[in-house]
């Protein structure tokens, strides 16, 4: 089974750093991308950074040098750093990767974790 598993999420108050991860484990081959969204209540899910495997890395404007992600020691695994974190960065944080699978059983493409929630308190 693909399966893309995040974790570091939590209770913050503003001012504080939370560290993502995003684990990817299964048949894969390769990994063209790999990064993050959010999605807030009643809002439209948005790109928080993607680190691409040539090296690009593409994030939302909003970032502003406060997160920053990398590619973790960890085989198939990310990092998202956030700091100086705000209240309007609560949202459930979504990892997601383009994915080169080696069981012809499931799809190349796009992978979705379940997310994991972040709160910021003020």
């Known amino acids: 089974q693909v399966q893309l598993v995040e974790s570091g999420g939590g209770l913050v108050q503003a001012g504080g750093s939370l560290r993502l991860s995003c684990l990817a484990s299964?048949?894969?081959?390769?990994?063209?991308?790999m990064g993050w969204y959010r999605q807030a209540p009643g809002k439209q899910r948005e790109l928080v950074a993607i680190?691409?495997?040539?090296?690009?890395?593409q994030h939302g404007d909003f970032v502003k040098g406060r997160f920053s992600i990398r590619r973790a020691p960890v085989k198939n695994t990310v990092y998202l750093q956030m700091n100086n974190l705000q209240p309007e960065d609560t949202a459930v944080y979504y990892c997601?990767?383009?994915?080169?699978?080696?069981?012809?059983?499931?799809?190349?493409?796009?992978?979705w974790g379940q997310g994991t929630q972040v709160t910021v308190s003020s």
């Open positions: 997601n990767a383009d994915l080169v699978l080696s069981d012809k059983s499931w799809q190349d493409g796009n992978y």
């Open positions: 299964g048949s894969i081959s390769s990994i063209n991308a």
């Open positions: 680190l691409k495997s040539g090296g690009q890395i």
